[in-house]
């Protein structure tokens, strides 16, 4: 009940902040940025998966009361998506969990965990959030000594071997060009060929074979170095790498004319210097420059300089400056792109958190207190909301500093590409991590910024913010298009806890809508269409319920985790101690034998081959279905027109191997197909579709004036289960003793002292435990805290 009325005062003190906030008209779309912060990264089959969203205003990080419904999905490394919850926002927070068992299709391997709303879909791939996590079989990895989701030793020496051997060093100079006679930063990267960061070592020579800089990577295979680059020489660099592989690369060309920009902090000042030679000063006397500095899109500071000697420097203010990426672009008299450089500001915030335990050490089962406290420096309570995840280290203390809430809002969601190790350059304990991240922008996030240009909406195809599920379509007459006006809806949702009853009246184009519905889990939907007589008339055609997921594209790319056999050893220890036994888990068998509802087909390559998957199966009709199936196109629904993509002749039709007319297939439930092949080769296209029945026990059909469906409503988020010695429950203690993560809490908010405390109880495992807490201020100041203890006897 307390937790309840803190949540309660978070979010009634959020909602003052947005209301405000949304007064505040940008010159950029309202665009959305998501993160979430998981448990762990690497679980174990027969887990949970836990997460909480933060959703906020991608301008300002402000907490965004935008949407209601985020997608998170679970993503196989061949492309599948094993589950899919539609998550709750309220006022962008929201939280929820999987369940990594095989019976949902959970198998080892590499996954990727992504996150999005509806709206987000119109700004593109680089506002969906991804996350690797690994998934391990801990009892097949012992019994097998060579399974195909583990590298074996050998494997990882000759995969090592083949990447030093295999490896490129990219250069970019501080701006963008090289420019004679004009002293120059040249920022470096080097990567093996999986992308991997190497250490290098190197030297610089001119084309006269001169010595003229040596160098070396100082972090995650980058660095930089400094040079004059002269009139008439091309430039060069031997590289080699800690194991002796040598590699010999160009520099980029040296330009004669141009301006270039850098930035230097110099005594606590952010200098912004404009640099040229002589030769475009003569051509150019008091050439009249543009600076203007934007900051996730938004110009904050737009100066002009008159350009008179070869170099100028001034001061960017800090009180004009906001916190995290800048990209600074230098324009000429003609409004020409000149150079440009991104930086990093770190500002000072006048916020205090702190993240406590009780105590150092604990003996197993034993209660632990957190104490989380969120105060102005001066001790004024600030508000927020932070998510607490408690986690078994399992002999792994090496902090692997992966992706955090701060990484990714302040750097991560402005660069294009995957980033290493991320969470490096936000560990205050680290006095290098500013240079690191200099160099990091230096290189990768050279002329690569994601708010490099205004993100462009489509208002053709504008995909709108959802606030609750709808569920629309129209009704028609049954033999014709013409729409039914005033035909009166009636709509029942009834599950196991709520039933919801509504209706509708169908507008002057026969179309009726129920928005912005509020249901949990699976539901089943009845829909009655009469009309102003009462009486059942007139055929109902659905909208889709369900969003079509965004085309999944997974790169295959090599995932070494150094201490994963460290790791799943320990666990097995731990299990094996306490005699955990493996979920009910058996090996995948493959059977082949003909299916007894399927005759032989007589095509052997399809064009294309299209497997339902979950969201397949929650569709209204067969056409929904065919309307993504890759290489099919539905040219008139009433009519029943199909079309094969680049074929002109209409394709035969076949279920089960039977030929069959285009309405037939209204008898084929979404959830019934197999597959679907689409075939070009045979002179006629033809479209193939396998059920699991036999085609011609046809189910009763349901009448066109009436829907019955069982639909998927928001998914219901559990309560981590912590056990309670008070409490004794025989049949979760038993496993929960050895959990790996100790404890989950997605709301903690501190109360109007700016402070709160949990507790739990620790699991009967000697071991030392990771206590993580991130979240965000409602002013929009991304959070992270990380403290340690141990459990012994």
């Given at each position: 009940m307390i937790q309840n009325k803190k949540t309660l005062c978070f979010l009634l003190f959020l909602l003052s902040i947005v209301s405000f906030n949304a007064q505040d008209k940008k010159t950029i779309p309202d665009i959305e940025k998501i993160y979430l912060h998981t448990d762990r990264s690497t679980y174990f089959v027969g887990e949970d998966l836990w997460y909480k969203?933060?959703?906020?205003?991608?301008?300002?990080?402000?907490?965004?009361?935008?949407?209601?419904?985020?997608?998170?999905?679970?993503?196989?490394?061949?492309s599948k998506m094993i589950a899919r919850n539609k998550t709750n926002l309220e006022m962008g927070l929201g939280h929820g969990d999987f369940q990594l068992v095989d019976s949902v299709g959970v198998k080892p391997g590499i996954y990727q965990l992504r996150a999005y709303t509806n709206w987000n879909r119109n700004f593109g791939e680089e506002f969906v959030f991804k996350k690797d996590i690994e998934i391990i079989d801990v009892f097949e990895e012992h019994s097998q000594s060579q399974s195909k989701h583990t590298i074996s030793e050998n494997q990882t020496k000759n995969i090592r071997k083949k990447t030093q051997s295999n490896f490129k060093v990219d250069f970019f100079p501080e701006g963008g060009s090289l420019l004679e006679n004009v002293a120059s930063v040249v920022g470096f990267k080097a990567v093996d060929s999986n992308g991997k960061p190497i250490e290098i070592k190197g030297e610089l020579l001119d084309s006269n074979n001169e010595l003229v800089t040596a160098f070396e990577s100082v972090h995650d295979g980058m660095g930089k170095f400094q040079m004059v680059p002269m009139e008439g020489k091309t430039y060069y660099a031997k590289i080699k790498t800690l194991s002796g592989e040598e590699l010999k690369t160009e520099l980029p060309n040296v330009f004669q004319q141009g301006y270039l920009i850098s930035f230097r902090t110099i005594k606590g000042?952010?200098?912004?210097?404009?640099?040229?030679?002589?030769?475009t000063l003569s051509q150019n006397s008091n050439a009249f420059l543009t600076v203007v500095c934007k900051a996730k899109g938004i110009p904050y500071l737009e100066t002009t300089q008159t350009l008179t000697?070869?170099?100028?420097?001034?001061?960017?203010?800090?009180?004009?400056?906001?916190?995290?990426?800048?990209?600074?672009?230098?324009?000429?008299?003609?409004?020409?792109?000149?150079?440009?450089?991104?930086?990093?500001?770190?500002?000072?915030?006048?916020?205090?958190?702190?993240?406590?335990?009780?105590s150092n050490t604990y003996g197993p089962n034993e209660k632990t207190i957190v104490y989380v406290s969120t105060v102005s420096k001066d001790g004024t309570p600030k508000s927020a909301s932070f998510s607490l995840s408690v986690t078994d280290t399992n002999g792994v203390e090496e902090d692997n500093f992966e992706s955090n809430i701060c990484s990714y809002f302040l750097m991560e969601s402005d660069i294009r590409g995957k980033i290493h190790h991320p969470g490096y350059y936000f560990d205050n304990n680290n006095p290098k991590r500013l240079d690191h991240l200099d160099n990091l922008l230096l290189t990768q996030g050279w002329r690569d910024f994601v708010w490099k240009t205004t993100p462009k909406v489509n208002e053709k195809n504008l995909f709108k913010p959802e606030k609750g599920i709808t569920i629309s379509g129209r009704v028609k007459e049954v033999f014709s298009d013409k729409p039914l006006i005033n035909n009166n809806l009636t709509l029942a949702l009834m599950n196991k806890k709520n039933s919801i009853f509504l209706s509708a009246i169908t507008d002057s184009m026969g179309r009726f809508e129920f928005k912005n519905l509020m249901f949990f889990d699976k539901t089943n939907?009845?829909?009655n269409s009469v009309n102003e007589k009462g009486k059942f008339r007139g055929e109902m055609v659905l909208d889709s319920i369900e969003r079509a997921p965004i085309p999944v594209r997974l790169k295959k790319e090599l995932f070494l985790l150094p201490e994963t056999k460290q790791i799943t050893e320990n666990v097995l220890n731990k299990f094996t101690a306490f005699g955990v036994k493996p979920e009910n888990v058996l090996n995948e068998v493959v059977v082949k034998s003909k299916n007894k509802y399927w005759q032989p087909v007589y095509y052997k390559n399809p064009f294309s081959t299209y497997t339902p998957d979950i969201v397949t199966k929650t569709l209204?009709?067969?056409?929904?279905?065919?309307?993504?199936?890759?290489?099919?196109?539905?040219?008139?629904?009433?009519?029943r027109d199909l079309r094969v993509v680049g074929e002109k002749d209409v394709p035969s039709i076949l279920v089960n191997g039977f030929g069959v007319y285009n309405y037939d297939l209204d008898y084929i439930l979404p959830n019934e197909i197999v597959k679907i092949e689409v075939v070009r080769e045979l002179g006629v296209p033809i479209i193939s579709i396998f059920i699991n029945?036999?085609?011609?026990?046809?189910?009763?059909?349901?009448?066109?004036?009436?829907?019955?469906?069982?639909?998927?409503?928001?998914?219901?988020?559990?309560?981590?289960?912590?056990?309670?010695?008070?409490?004794?429950?025989p049949m979760l203690n038993k496993n929960s003793a050895v959990r790996n993560t100790i404890y989950w809490n997605p709301f903690v908010h501190p109360d109007g002292t700016g402070e709160t405390s949990v507790d739990y109880y620790n699991t009967n495992v000697e071991t030392k435990v990771k206590v993580a807490l991130e979240g965000i201020t409602a002013h929009g100041i991304p959070v992270v805290k990380t403290t340690y203890y141990s459990i012994k006897k």
């Open positions: 969203a933060y959703n906020v205003r991608a301008s300002n990080n402000l907490l965004f009361d935008n949407s209601n419904i985020l997608y998170v999905e679970l993503i196989s490394d061949d000042k952010n200098i912004i210097s404009i640099t040229t030679n002589e030769i000697e070869t170099s100028l420097s001034f001061e960017l203010p800090k009180d004009k400056t906001p916190n995290g990426i800048s990209q600074i672009t230098l324009f000429d008299n003609t409004n020409k792109p000149q150079s440009e450089r991104l930086i990093y500001i770190e500002k000072e915030h006048d916020l205090d958190v702190q993240l406590l335990t009780d939907m009845y829909l209204v009709s067969i056409w929904d279905v065919l309307e993504i199936v890759p290489g099919i196109w539905v040219k008139d629904r009433f009519d029945r036999n085609w011609n026990d046809k189910p009763k059909k349901v009448p066109v004036y009436a829907v019955k469906q069982e639909i998927e409503g928001f998914s219901t988020a559990r309560i981590f289960y912590s056990p309670d010695p008070e409490k004794p429950n």
